[in-house]
Protein backbone atom coordinates (compact mmCIF):
# COMPACT_ATOMS: atom_id res chain seq x y z
CA UNK A 1 0.00 0.00 0.00
CA UNK A 2 2.62 2.69 0.85
CA UNK A 3 6.49 1.77 0.18
CA UNK A 4 9.30 4.25 1.47
CA UNK A 5 12.50 3.29 -0.59
CA UNK A 6 15.52 4.54 0.41
CA UNK A 7 14.28 7.83 1.41
CA UNK A 8 16.37 11.08 2.18
CA UNK A 9 14.74 14.48 2.25
CA UNK A 10 16.84 17.40 3.44
CA UNK A 11 15.04 20.55 3.75
CA UNK A 12 16.87 23.60 2.23
CA UNK A 13 19.57 25.32 4.91
CA UNK A 14 19.15 22.56 7.59
CA UNK A 15 22.66 21.07 8.35
CA UNK A 16 20.96 17.49 8.56
CA UNK A 17 18.73 15.09 6.88
CA UNK A 18 15.17 15.02 8.55
CA UNK A 19 14.98 11.68 6.23
CA UNK A 20 18.14 9.70 6.17
CA UNK A 21 17.99 6.90 3.71
CA UNK A 22 14.83 5.22 5.49
CA UNK A 23 13.04 2.33 3.69
CA UNK A 24 9.24 0.65 5.08
CA UNK A 25 6.38 -0.84 3.42
CA UNK A 26 2.95 -0.60 5.20
CA UNK A 27 0.22 -3.19 3.88
CA UNK A 28 -3.12 -2.49 3.27
CA UNK A 29 -5.49 -2.61 6.24
CA UNK A 30 -2.58 -1.75 8.48
CA UNK A 31 -2.72 0.38 11.61
CA UNK A 32 1.09 1.63 11.62
CA UNK A 33 2.50 4.46 14.71
CA UNK A 34 5.43 6.54 13.97
CA UNK A 35 7.14 7.91 17.20
CA UNK A 36 9.64 9.69 18.08
CA UNK A 37 10.54 12.77 19.70
CA UNK A 38 9.67 16.23 17.87
CA UNK A 39 12.61 16.97 15.08
CA UNK A 40 12.82 13.17 14.26
CA UNK A 41 11.45 13.54 10.63
CA UNK A 42 8.01 12.02 11.76
CA UNK A 43 6.02 14.76 10.42
CA UNK A 44 8.19 14.70 6.92
CA UNK A 45 6.74 11.23 6.11
CA UNK A 46 2.95 12.65 6.38
CA UNK A 47 4.23 15.36 3.84
CA UNK A 48 5.70 13.12 1.47
CA UNK A 49 3.08 10.77 1.45
CA UNK A 50 0.63 13.74 0.63
CA UNK A 51 2.67 14.92 -1.83
CA UNK A 52 3.30 18.47 -0.27
CA UNK A 53 6.84 17.70 -0.27
CA UNK A 54 9.22 15.82 -2.64
CA UNK A 55 12.47 13.66 -1.59
CA UNK A 56 15.75 14.49 -2.38
CA UNK A 57 16.78 10.70 -2.82
CA UNK A 58 14.60 7.65 -2.97
CA UNK A 59 11.34 6.47 -3.80
CA UNK A 60 7.80 6.92 -2.40
CA UNK A 61 5.36 4.79 -3.95
CA UNK A 62 1.43 5.38 -2.63
CA UNK A 63 -1.57 3.07 -3.65
CA UNK A 64 0.91 1.65 -6.16
CA UNK A 65 2.02 4.64 -7.37
CA UNK A 66 5.05 6.66 -7.75
CA UNK A 67 4.35 9.47 -5.93
CA UNK A 68 8.09 11.36 -6.70
CA UNK A 69 7.24 11.14 -10.29
CA UNK A 70 4.01 12.22 -10.22
CA UNK A 71 2.83 15.40 -11.97
CA UNK A 72 2.05 18.18 -10.61
CA UNK A 73 -1.48 18.08 -12.31
CA UNK A 74 -2.51 14.75 -11.21
CA UNK A 75 -1.66 15.41 -7.53
CA UNK A 76 -5.09 16.58 -6.64
CA UNK A 77 -6.92 13.87 -7.52
CA UNK A 78 -4.42 11.14 -5.81
CA UNK A 79 -5.12 13.35 -2.97
CA UNK A 80 -8.59 12.11 -3.12
CA UNK A 81 -7.71 8.52 -2.01
CA UNK A 82 -6.32 9.73 0.82
CA UNK A 83 -7.70 11.50 4.18
CA UNK A 84 -5.90 13.58 6.43
CA UNK A 85 -6.30 14.52 10.01
CA UNK A 86 -3.88 17.38 12.04
CA UNK A 87 -3.10 18.64 15.68
CA UNK A 88 -5.16 21.81 14.83
CA UNK A 89 -8.16 20.22 13.51
CA UNK A 90 -8.04 22.54 10.20
CA UNK A 91 -12.01 23.15 10.04
CA UNK A 92 -13.48 26.09 8.86
CA UNK A 93 -14.94 28.61 11.71
CA UNK A 94 -17.89 29.81 9.39
CA UNK A 95 -19.08 26.83 8.63
CA UNK A 96 -21.20 23.88 10.70
CA UNK A 97 -20.40 20.26 10.71
CA UNK A 98 -21.90 19.54 8.36
CA UNK A 99 -21.05 22.20 5.77
CA UNK A 100 -17.62 21.38 7.03
CA UNK A 101 -17.82 17.74 5.75
CA UNK A 102 -20.26 18.41 2.73
CA UNK A 103 -17.70 21.18 1.68
CA UNK A 104 -14.64 18.56 0.97
CA UNK A 105 -17.24 16.77 -0.87
CA UNK A 106 -18.32 19.91 -3.28
CA UNK A 107 -14.81 20.72 -4.29
CA UNK A 108 -14.42 17.88 -5.56
CA UNK A 109 -17.39 17.75 -7.61
CA UNK A 110 -19.97 15.77 -5.75
CA UNK A 111 -23.58 17.05 -6.01
CA UNK A 112 -25.40 18.39 -3.24
CA UNK A 113 -27.89 15.52 -3.20
CA UNK A 114 -24.71 13.57 -2.89
CA UNK A 115 -23.84 15.09 0.13
CA UNK A 116 -27.40 15.04 1.85
CA UNK A 117 -26.68 11.00 1.88
CA UNK A 118 -23.24 11.15 2.81
CA UNK A 119 -22.67 13.50 5.06
CA UNK A 120 -25.14 12.30 7.79
CA UNK A 121 -24.25 9.23 7.95
CA UNK A 122 -20.77 9.73 8.18
CA UNK A 123 -21.59 12.40 11.08
CA UNK A 124 -23.52 9.35 12.56
CA UNK A 125 -20.36 6.87 12.19
CA UNK A 126 -17.92 9.57 14.35
CA UNK A 127 -20.40 9.74 16.70
CA UNK A 128 -21.56 13.37 15.99
CA UNK A 129 -25.41 12.51 15.31
CA UNK A 130 -27.71 15.72 16.76
CA UNK A 131 -24.72 18.33 16.09
CA UNK A 132 -24.59 18.39 12.45
CA UNK A 133 -25.52 21.81 12.71
CA UNK A 134 -23.50 23.11 15.22
CA UNK A 135 -20.40 25.51 14.28
CA UNK A 136 -16.69 24.48 15.42
CA UNK A 137 -16.83 26.62 18.37
CA UNK A 138 -19.93 25.28 19.60
CA UNK A 139 -18.18 22.28 19.71
CA UNK A 140 -15.34 20.76 22.35
CA UNK A 141 -11.91 19.85 20.55
CA UNK A 142 -12.83 16.01 20.82
CA UNK A 143 -16.19 16.69 18.66
CA UNK A 144 -14.17 19.04 16.38
CA UNK A 145 -11.24 16.15 15.52
CA UNK A 146 -14.38 13.80 15.11
CA UNK A 147 -15.60 16.81 12.27
CA UNK A 148 -12.17 16.38 11.26
CA UNK A 149 -11.99 12.39 10.69
CA UNK A 150 -15.14 12.53 9.03
CA UNK A 151 -13.77 15.03 6.75
CA UNK A 152 -11.15 12.79 6.05
CA UNK A 153 -13.06 9.37 5.83
CA UNK A 154 -16.15 10.93 3.77
CA UNK A 155 -14.48 10.05 0.60
CA UNK A 156 -13.93 6.35 1.82
CA UNK A 157 -10.41 7.21 1.04
CA UNK A 158 -7.76 3.83 1.28
CA UNK A 159 -5.09 5.62 3.84
CA UNK A 160 -6.00 7.48 6.37
CA UNK A 161 -3.18 10.09 7.45
CA UNK A 162 -3.10 11.28 11.05
CA UNK A 163 -0.59 13.47 12.08
CA UNK A 164 -0.58 13.98 15.95
CA UNK A 165 -4.68 13.96 16.11
CA UNK A 166 -4.72 13.85 20.02
CA UNK A 167 -2.44 16.63 20.77
CA UNK A 168 -4.54 18.87 21.63
CA UNK A 169 -6.75 16.65 23.49
CA UNK A 170 -6.90 15.34 26.89
CA UNK A 171 -6.42 11.81 27.44
CA UNK A 172 -9.96 10.30 27.72
CA UNK A 173 -11.08 12.15 24.75
CA UNK A 174 -7.49 11.24 22.81
CA UNK A 175 -9.17 7.22 23.58
CA UNK A 176 -12.63 7.77 22.33
CA UNK A 177 -10.38 9.58 19.32
CA UNK A 178 -8.32 6.47 19.09
CA UNK A 179 -11.68 3.97 19.28
CA UNK A 180 -12.56 6.33 16.16
CA UNK A 181 -10.04 5.55 14.33
CA UNK A 182 -9.43 2.10 15.37
CA UNK A 183 -13.21 1.61 14.13
CA UNK A 184 -12.34 3.12 10.65
CA UNK A 185 -9.01 0.84 10.55
CA UNK A 186 -11.42 -1.55 10.38
CA UNK A 187 -13.39 -0.57 7.46
CA UNK A 188 -10.31 -1.83 5.72
CA UNK A 189 -8.69 1.51 5.59
CA UNK A 190 -5.12 2.03 5.98
CA UNK A 191 -3.96 4.49 8.99
CA UNK A 192 -0.89 5.93 9.50
CA UNK A 193 -0.80 7.97 12.82
CA UNK A 194 2.46 10.48 13.83
CA UNK A 195 2.52 10.74 17.43
CA UNK A 196 4.42 11.63 21.00
CA UNK A 197 2.16 10.26 23.28
CA UNK A 198 3.11 7.11 24.95
CA UNK A 199 -0.49 6.50 26.76
CA UNK A 200 -2.01 5.48 23.42
CA UNK A 201 0.52 3.97 21.82
CA UNK A 202 0.82 1.33 24.69
CA UNK A 203 -2.91 0.77 24.91
CA UNK A 204 -3.37 0.22 21.05
CA UNK A 205 -1.16 -2.53 20.95
CA UNK A 206 0.02 -1.97 16.95
CA UNK A 207 2.87 -1.62 14.65
CA UNK A 208 5.24 1.02 16.12
CA UNK A 209 8.16 2.75 13.68
CA UNK A 210 10.56 4.59 16.08
CA UNK A 211 12.15 7.27 13.99
CA UNK A 212 15.29 9.08 15.54
CA UNK A 213 17.51 11.88 13.89
CA UNK A 214 15.62 10.75 10.94
CA UNK A 215 16.39 7.28 10.39
CA UNK A 216 14.41 3.75 11.90
CA UNK A 217 15.47 2.54 15.14
CA UNK A 218 12.61 0.27 15.66
CA UNK A 219 9.81 -1.38 13.82
CA UNK A 220 8.50 -3.67 16.01
CA UNK A 221 4.51 -5.30 14.76
CA UNK A 222 2.36 -4.78 18.56
CA UNK A 223 5.08 -2.64 19.62
CA UNK A 224 4.45 -0.14 22.89
CA UNK A 225 6.18 3.44 23.18
CA UNK A 226 9.19 1.99 24.76
CA UNK B 1 -23.68 22.92 -12.79
CA UNK B 2 -23.15 22.62 -9.12
CA UNK B 3 -19.62 23.70 -9.18
CA UNK B 4 -20.52 26.93 -11.68
CA UNK B 5 -22.83 28.07 -9.27
CA UNK B 6 -19.98 27.59 -6.46
CA UNK B 7 -17.74 29.14 -8.78
CA UNK B 8 -20.21 32.28 -9.47
CA UNK B 9 -20.97 33.05 -5.82
CA UNK B 10 -17.74 33.02 -4.84
CA UNK B 11 -16.74 35.13 -7.24
CA UNK B 12 -19.78 38.22 -6.01
CA UNK B 13 -18.92 37.14 -2.25
CA UNK B 14 -14.76 37.49 -2.95
CA UNK B 15 -15.26 41.14 -4.88
CA UNK B 16 -17.73 42.35 -2.48
CA UNK B 17 -15.46 41.69 0.20
CA UNK B 18 -13.52 43.79 -0.78
CA UNK B 19 -15.44 46.67 -2.30
CA UNK B 20 -13.11 49.54 -1.87
CA UNK B 21 -10.03 47.56 -3.45
CA UNK B 22 -12.82 46.29 -6.24
CA UNK B 23 -13.82 49.64 -6.88
CA UNK B 24 -10.55 51.17 -7.27
CA UNK B 25 -9.52 48.31 -9.78
CA UNK B 26 -12.32 48.63 -11.65
CA UNK B 27 -11.82 52.96 -11.82
CA UNK B 28 -7.92 52.53 -13.15
CA UNK B 29 -9.06 49.71 -15.22
CA UNK B 30 -11.65 52.03 -16.53
CA UNK B 31 -9.05 54.88 -17.42
CA UNK B 32 -7.08 52.55 -18.67
CA UNK B 33 -9.23 51.14 -20.84
CA UNK B 34 -10.51 54.19 -22.10
CA UNK B 35 -7.24 55.44 -23.04
CA UNK B 36 -6.94 52.50 -25.06
CA UNK B 37 -10.04 52.71 -26.77
CA UNK B 38 -9.51 56.71 -27.42
CA UNK B 39 -5.86 55.68 -28.85
CA UNK B 40 -7.84 52.96 -30.73
CA UNK B 41 -10.29 55.74 -32.16
CA UNK B 42 -7.81 58.14 -32.89
CA UNK B 43 -6.06 55.27 -35.52
CA UNK B 44 -9.09 54.52 -37.26
CA UNK B 45 -10.26 58.05 -37.57
CA UNK B 46 -6.41 59.20 -38.86
CA UNK B 47 -6.83 55.99 -41.54
CA UNK B 48 -9.94 56.71 -42.42
CA UNK B 49 -8.77 60.77 -43.29
CA UNK B 50 -5.99 59.34 -45.24
CA UNK B 51 -8.06 57.43 -47.72
CA UNK B 52 -10.19 60.16 -47.42
CA UNK B 53 -7.44 62.98 -48.46
CA UNK B 54 -4.95 61.53 -50.39
CA UNK B 55 -7.95 60.19 -52.79
CA UNK B 56 -8.42 64.00 -53.25
CA UNK B 57 -5.18 65.41 -52.59
CA UNK B 58 -3.67 67.46 -55.45
CA UNK B 59 -0.36 69.10 -56.07
CA UNK B 60 -0.76 72.55 -57.25
CA UNK B 61 1.67 74.54 -59.79
CA UNK B 62 0.98 78.11 -59.62
CA UNK B 63 2.28 79.28 -62.99
CA UNK B 64 3.85 83.65 -63.25
CA UNK B 65 1.48 85.82 -64.17
CA UNK B 66 3.04 87.13 -67.20
CA UNK B 67 3.18 83.40 -68.56
CA UNK B 68 2.93 82.71 -72.00
CA UNK B 69 0.47 80.65 -74.28
CA UNK B 70 3.38 78.76 -75.24
CA UNK B 71 4.81 77.84 -71.79
CA UNK B 72 1.57 77.22 -70.89
CA UNK B 73 0.42 74.43 -73.19
CA UNK B 74 4.55 72.88 -73.09
CA UNK B 75 3.58 72.37 -69.14
CA UNK B 76 0.13 70.89 -70.26
CA UNK B 77 2.06 68.26 -72.51
CA UNK B 78 5.06 67.68 -70.16
CA UNK B 79 2.42 66.93 -67.57
CA UNK B 80 0.30 64.90 -69.46
CA UNK B 81 3.15 62.68 -70.59
CA UNK B 82 4.81 62.46 -67.35
CA UNK B 83 4.45 58.73 -65.99
CA UNK B 84 3.95 60.20 -62.14
CA UNK B 85 0.74 62.32 -62.98
CA UNK B 86 -2.22 60.16 -62.68
CA UNK B 87 -4.61 63.16 -64.04
CA UNK B 88 -3.97 66.65 -64.85
CA UNK B 89 -6.60 69.79 -64.98
CA UNK B 90 -6.33 73.42 -65.35
CA UNK B 91 -7.51 76.34 -63.26
CA UNK B 92 -8.08 79.33 -65.18
CA UNK B 93 -7.71 82.68 -63.09
CA UNK B 94 -11.35 83.34 -63.37
CA UNK B 95 -12.07 79.55 -62.06
CA UNK B 96 -9.59 80.26 -59.24
CA UNK B 97 -11.79 83.15 -58.17
CA UNK B 98 -15.24 81.30 -58.69
CA UNK B 99 -13.37 78.63 -56.34
CA UNK B 100 -12.11 81.21 -53.62
CA UNK B 101 -15.51 82.90 -53.74
CA UNK B 102 -17.46 79.60 -53.04
CA UNK B 103 -14.92 78.83 -50.41
CA UNK B 104 -15.34 81.94 -48.20
CA UNK B 105 -19.04 82.88 -49.03
CA UNK B 106 -18.60 83.87 -45.14
CA UNK B 107 -16.30 86.38 -45.59
CA UNK B 108 -18.26 88.78 -48.32
CA UNK B 109 -15.38 91.51 -47.06
CA UNK B 110 -12.41 89.30 -47.87
CA UNK B 111 -14.04 88.48 -51.23
CA UNK B 112 -14.78 91.57 -52.45
CA UNK B 113 -11.19 92.74 -51.77
CA UNK B 114 -9.92 90.17 -54.43
CA UNK B 115 -10.28 91.16 -58.06
CA UNK B 116 -10.71 88.13 -60.67
CA UNK B 117 -7.30 88.46 -62.30
CA UNK B 118 -5.73 88.66 -58.94
CA UNK B 119 -5.47 84.75 -58.18
CA UNK B 120 -2.56 82.82 -60.23
CA UNK B 121 -3.49 80.30 -62.72
CA UNK B 122 -2.43 76.67 -62.12
CA UNK B 123 -2.53 72.99 -62.90
CA UNK B 124 -4.13 70.55 -60.51
CA UNK B 125 -1.87 67.58 -60.50
CA UNK B 126 -3.23 64.17 -58.84
CA UNK B 127 -0.12 61.92 -58.58
CA UNK B 128 -0.29 57.96 -59.03
CA UNK B 129 1.67 57.88 -55.78
CA UNK B 130 1.37 61.16 -53.51
CA UNK B 131 4.58 60.52 -52.02
CA UNK B 132 6.57 61.54 -55.21
CA UNK B 133 6.24 65.04 -54.63
CA UNK B 134 9.82 65.71 -54.27
CA UNK B 135 10.30 64.18 -57.93
CA UNK B 136 7.22 66.13 -59.57
CA UNK B 137 9.03 69.20 -57.61
CA UNK B 138 12.69 69.01 -58.46
CA UNK B 139 11.76 68.45 -62.73
CA UNK B 140 8.84 71.27 -62.68
CA UNK B 141 9.61 73.90 -60.38
CA UNK B 142 12.51 75.73 -62.67
CA UNK B 143 10.23 75.23 -65.97
CA UNK B 144 9.75 78.77 -67.67
CA UNK B 145 6.14 80.26 -66.24
CA UNK B 146 6.06 78.14 -63.03
CA UNK B 147 5.85 80.31 -59.79
CA UNK B 148 5.66 77.76 -57.47
CA UNK B 149 4.76 73.92 -56.30
CA UNK B 150 3.10 73.29 -53.49
CA UNK B 151 2.09 70.13 -52.10
CA UNK B 152 -0.90 69.74 -49.92
CA UNK B 153 0.00 66.73 -48.69
CA UNK B 154 2.32 68.83 -46.40
CA UNK B 155 -0.45 70.62 -45.30
CA UNK B 156 -2.32 67.27 -44.56
CA UNK B 157 0.92 65.70 -42.86
CA UNK B 158 0.94 68.12 -40.37
CA UNK B 159 -2.59 67.24 -39.07
CA UNK B 160 -2.08 63.98 -39.10
CA UNK B 161 1.18 64.47 -36.91
CA UNK B 162 -0.84 66.56 -34.09
CA UNK B 163 -3.44 63.57 -34.42
CA UNK B 164 -0.32 61.05 -33.86
CA UNK B 165 1.55 62.79 -31.02
CA UNK B 166 -2.20 62.80 -28.88
CA UNK B 167 -2.81 58.52 -30.50
CA UNK B 168 0.69 58.15 -28.73
CA UNK B 169 -0.01 60.44 -25.60
CA UNK B 170 -3.17 58.57 -25.22
CA UNK B 171 -1.64 55.27 -25.51
CA UNK B 172 1.17 56.54 -23.22
CA UNK B 173 -1.50 57.08 -20.58
CA UNK B 174 -3.16 53.97 -21.18
CA UNK B 175 -0.07 51.78 -20.19
CA UNK B 176 0.69 53.88 -17.02
CA UNK B 177 -2.78 53.47 -15.96
CA UNK B 178 -2.10 49.56 -17.09
CA UNK B 179 0.69 49.06 -14.94
CA UNK B 180 -1.75 50.72 -11.88
CA UNK B 181 -4.37 48.52 -12.80
CA UNK B 182 -2.38 45.40 -12.90
CA UNK B 183 -0.50 46.04 -9.69
CA UNK B 184 -4.27 46.97 -8.24
CA UNK B 185 -5.13 43.57 -9.30
CA UNK B 186 -2.38 41.50 -8.10
CA UNK B 187 -3.01 42.95 -4.67
CA UNK B 188 -6.69 42.15 -4.70
CA UNK B 189 -5.91 38.52 -5.79
CA UNK B 190 -3.35 38.50 -2.89
CA UNK B 191 -6.12 40.34 -0.45
CA UNK B 192 -8.53 37.52 -1.77
CA UNK B 193 -6.47 34.56 -1.02
CA UNK B 194 -5.11 35.18 2.20
CA UNK B 195 -8.93 35.70 3.62
CA UNK B 196 -9.72 32.44 1.83
CA UNK B 197 -6.62 30.83 2.81
CA UNK B 198 -8.78 28.18 4.87
CA UNK B 199 -11.28 26.95 2.28
CA UNK B 200 -7.88 26.70 0.05
CA UNK B 201 -6.00 24.76 2.60
CA UNK B 202 -8.75 22.05 2.93
CA UNK B 203 -9.37 22.42 -0.46
CA UNK B 204 -6.00 21.32 -1.53
CA UNK B 205 -6.07 18.83 1.29
CA UNK B 206 -9.22 17.12 -0.05
CA UNK B 207 -7.94 17.15 -3.39
CA UNK B 208 -10.00 19.84 -5.23
CA UNK B 209 -8.50 20.27 -8.56
CA UNK B 210 -6.12 22.91 -9.36
CA UNK B 211 -8.59 24.98 -11.60
CA UNK B 212 -11.37 24.90 -9.05
CA UNK B 213 -9.10 26.45 -6.50
CA UNK B 214 -8.18 28.89 -8.95
CA UNK B 215 -10.66 29.59 -10.49
CA UNK B 216 -13.01 32.16 -8.43
CA UNK B 217 -10.14 34.07 -7.96
CA UNK B 218 -9.35 34.45 -11.59
CA UNK B 219 -12.78 35.13 -12.40
CA UNK B 220 -13.16 37.69 -10.01
CA UNK B 221 -10.28 39.79 -11.64
CA UNK B 222 -11.70 39.10 -14.90
CA UNK B 223 -15.64 40.25 -13.83
CA UNK B 224 -13.75 43.28 -12.55
CA UNK B 225 -11.94 44.11 -15.76
CA UNK B 226 -14.99 43.50 -18.07
CA UNK B 227 -17.01 46.27 -15.64
CA UNK B 228 -13.87 48.45 -16.42
CA UNK B 229 -14.22 47.69 -19.84
CA UNK B 230 -18.09 48.68 -19.91
CA UNK B 231 -17.45 51.65 -17.87
CA UNK B 232 -15.18 53.04 -20.56
CA UNK B 233 -17.36 52.23 -23.14
CA UNK B 234 -20.23 54.16 -21.72
CA UNK B 235 -17.00 57.01 -21.35
CA UNK B 236 -16.00 56.82 -25.07
CA UNK B 237 -19.84 57.14 -26.37
CA UNK B 238 -20.39 60.04 -24.10
CA UNK B 239 -17.42 61.51 -25.29
CA UNK B 240 -18.56 61.22 -28.67
CA UNK B 241 -21.84 63.04 -27.16
CA UNK B 242 -20.79 65.64 -25.74
CA UNK B 243 -17.32 66.69 -27.16
CA UNK B 244 -17.24 65.66 -30.65
CA UNK B 245 -20.72 65.82 -31.83
CA UNK B 246 -21.06 68.86 -29.55
CA UNK B 247 -18.41 71.40 -28.27
CA UNK B 248 -15.91 70.56 -31.07
CA UNK B 249 -18.54 70.25 -33.79
CA UNK B 250 -16.67 72.79 -35.59
CA UNK B 251 -13.22 70.74 -35.44
CA UNK B 252 -14.77 67.32 -36.49
CA UNK B 253 -16.63 68.77 -39.41
CA UNK B 254 -13.69 69.63 -40.69
CA UNK B 255 -12.29 65.98 -40.35
CA UNK B 256 -13.81 62.75 -41.21
CA UNK B 257 -16.86 61.95 -38.83
CA UNK B 258 -16.10 59.40 -36.15
CA UNK B 259 -18.98 56.60 -36.97
CA UNK B 260 -20.85 54.98 -34.11
CA UNK B 261 -19.94 51.71 -35.35
CA UNK B 262 -16.24 52.66 -34.94
CA UNK B 263 -17.25 53.46 -31.34
CA UNK B 264 -19.02 49.76 -31.09
CA UNK B 265 -15.73 48.51 -32.49
CA UNK B 266 -13.89 49.36 -29.13
CA UNK B 267 -16.49 47.94 -27.24
CA UNK B 268 -14.91 44.04 -27.57
CA UNK B 269 -11.69 45.26 -28.29
CA UNK B 270 -11.15 46.79 -24.48
CA UNK B 271 -13.47 44.23 -23.02
CA UNK B 272 -11.05 41.69 -24.38
CA UNK B 273 -7.92 43.40 -23.30
CA UNK B 274 -9.65 44.05 -19.83
CA UNK B 275 -10.58 40.84 -19.35
CA UNK B 276 -7.42 38.57 -20.37
CA UNK B 277 -5.01 41.44 -18.88
CA UNK B 278 -6.57 41.09 -15.63
CA UNK B 279 -7.01 36.85 -15.97
CA UNK B 280 -3.37 36.66 -16.82
CA UNK B 281 -2.45 39.10 -13.72
CA UNK B 282 -4.27 37.00 -11.59
CA UNK B 283 -3.26 33.67 -12.58
CA UNK B 284 0.77 34.87 -12.27
CA UNK B 285 -0.41 36.29 -8.62
CA UNK B 286 -1.75 33.09 -7.79
CA UNK B 287 1.26 31.12 -9.11
CA UNK B 288 3.34 32.86 -6.21
CA UNK B 289 0.61 32.85 -3.47
CA UNK B 290 -1.58 29.51 -3.69
CA UNK B 291 1.67 27.14 -4.34
CA UNK B 292 0.40 23.33 -4.69
Known amino acids: ?226 | MQRAKYVLSEVMVGLWRNVTMTIAMIITMAVSLAMLGASGLMYLQVNSMKDFYYDQIEVAIFLNNDVTDQQRSALDAALHGDPLVAQVIYESKEQAHEKFKTMYADAPDLVNAVKPGQLPESFRVRLKNPEQFEQINEKYKNNEGVETIVDQQRLLDKIFNILGAVQNMALLAASVMAIAALLLVGNTIQVAAYSKRREVAVMKLVGASNWFIQAPFVLEAVVAGFIGSIIAFVALVLGKWFLLDGSLRDLTELLTPLGWSDVLLMLPLMAGAGAVVSAVTAWVTLRFYLRV
Not at chain 1, 27 to 44: A, C, D, W, Y
Open chain 1, 1 to 226: MIQLEHVTKTYPKASRPSLDEVSCGIEKGEFVFFIGPSGSGKSTIIKLLLHEITPNQGRVVVNGRDVTSMRSWKIPHFRRSIGCVFQDFRLLPNRTAYENVAFALEVIGKTKAVARRVVPEVLELVGLGGKEHRYPHELSGGEQQRVAVARAFVNRPLILLADEPTGNLDPDTSIEIMRLLDRINRTGTTVVMVTHDSNIVNQMRRRVVEIESGRIVRDQARGVYG
